[in-house]
Each structure stands twice: as structure tokens, then as C-alpha cells.
């Protein structure tokens, strides 16, 4: 059974400071996706990574993938409060977007 | 509004009674997912249609559940005889069958009481 892993689950980071959240999955997959969802909202795409060595960026977050030691990153540049967010990623080991979601990185950014 | 769209955003309701839950998807996208995510946790995939035919269901999907999509446009979710265990955020998504993934809608966040 294909399993997400991501960690760290929960994250307080003060203004400004770089970190860096990991998605580790258990099954061979070249497709993986990143999403942000604000509470009680619902999901919105933040990265589509589609090959291995793929690298994103956008604003402050740039997402990696490496399907060899299946991880992916996600990487916050100087954080600011708009960011805080709980971070999902997803794996779609068939095709289908039939996505297995890890569980969740829940980023709180302090002023 | 483009976007994934689904109705109602709330449901309360009592254990024993059934709910339907409606999925209007990205017009031009030809699969259609529903998930559920429950407090703290990742979303869970239910069960997915291309056009309107229903390819694949998780073993999530119990026999009180049925989803149907009937004109390959938007999409109904049924529980039927509601439990407690089903308080969740029902989400629906849209994508065509090659593309940038799936987009969300809002969901629809069940209570049962």
C-alpha cells in the first residue's frame, strides 16, 4: 500500500527564516503535486512536478522532486504570515490523478 | 465563476437520514473525484468517473454510499442512513485526462448529529 509521509507535521516559524518540508512516498511514481489549503477552504494548486529533478518556483516556495529517493521539498524562502497554511502533497502512482495524499504540514508563520 | 462547484458548502443532519451532496466540475474536463478529509488529515479518495462512466471506487466507499454522474456533466454524492463516522469535508475535483491536475472545489462539510 502506497504511503505519504511528511514531516515535519507541525511547523512555527518565525517571520523572515528559511525552512524546508519533506514528502517521502513508499512506491515508484513520477508525478507529484503540492497544495495549500487555508482553514476550512478547500485545496489550491501550488506546484505540478512531473519528472525526476523537476524544480518549481514561485514567489517564496520552490518544490523539488526526486523519484529516485522518493522525496519531494518544499523550500520557504524569508517566510511571511501570509504563508501559514497547512502544506499537503500528493502522489499519483497510476495516471488517473487519483492522488494519495500525505499528511499534511501545518505552517504557522509568526510575525 | 470557472471554477469547481459544489452545493451545499454545510449539511447538518441527524444519524439515520440521507444526504446528497452535488459536484458542477471545470466544464471542459472530462473526470470527476470525490475525496473526503476528515479533521487534521489528508484528503482520502472515494471514487472517480471519466465522462460518466465510474472507473475506479475505494474501499472507502462503503454500501451506504453511491455516486453517480449521469450525463458525464456534474456529479451527485448519496450517503445513505448517515452515521456519526461520517462527519467530514466532501471534496469534489475536476481535471481533463492529461493536463496540470486536478483542481478542487470548496467542499461540502457534513455533520452528523
Known amino acids: 500500500e502506497l504511503k505519504v509521509e511528511q514531516n515535519p507535521l507541525f511547523l512555527s516559524m518565525q517571520e523572515g527564516k528559511n525552512y524546508t518540508i519533506y514528502c517521502n512516498y513508499s512506491?515508484?511514481?513520477?508525478?507529484l503535486y503540492w497544495y495549500r489549503q487555508d482553514p476550512g477552504k478547500s485545496l489550491e494548486s501550488l506546484f505540478v512536478?512531473?519528472?525526476?529533478?523537476a524544480v518549481k518556483q514561485e514567489g517564496r516556495l520552490m518544490a523539488s522532486l526526486d523519484t529516485k529517493a522518493r522525496l519531494s521539498t518544499l523550500h520557504i524562502t524569508a517566510a511571511v504570515h501570509d504563508l501559514s497554511a497547512t502544506y499537503f502533497c500528493?502522489?499519483?502512482?497510476?495516471?488517473?490523478?487519483?492522488?494519495?495524499f500525505g499528511t499534511g504540514t501545518r505552517l504557522k508563520v509568526l510575525a | 465563476d470557472t471554477g469547481v462547484s459544489q452545493d451545499p458548502r454545510h449539511k447538518i443532519t441527524k444519524r439515520g437520514q440521507n444526504v446528497t451532496f452535488r459536484c458542477d466540475p471545470i466544464?471542459?474536463?472530462?473526470?470527476l473525484y470525490w475525496y473526503r478529509q476528515t479533521l487534521g488529515q489528508g484528503p482520502e479518495f472515494l471514487t472517480y468517473?471519466?465522462?460518466?462512466?465510474?472507473?475506479?471506487k475505494s474501499r472507502l466507499l462503503s454500501d451506504r454510499f453511491s455516486a453517480e454522474r449521469p450525463k458525464g456533466s456534474f456529479s451527485t454524492l448519496e450517503i445513505q442512513r448517515t452515521e456519526q463516522g461520517d462527519s467530514a469535508m466532501y471534496l469534489c475535483?475536476?481535471?481533463?485526462?492529461?493536463?496540470?491536475?486536478?483542481?478542487f472545489g470548496q467542499g461540502t462539510r457534513l455533520t452528523v448529529v
Open positions: 466544464s471542459e474536463h472530462n473526470r
Open positions: 475535483a475536476s481535471s481533463f485526462s492529461r493536463g496540470p491536475g486536478a483542481f
Open positions: 500528493a502522489v499519483d502512482t497510476s495516471g488517473t490523478y487519483k492522488y494519495i
Open positions: 512506491t515508484t511514481s513520477d508525478r
Open positions: 512536478l512531473l519528472s525526476n529533478g
Open positions: 468517473f471519466q465522462n460518466e462512466a465510474q472507473l475506479e
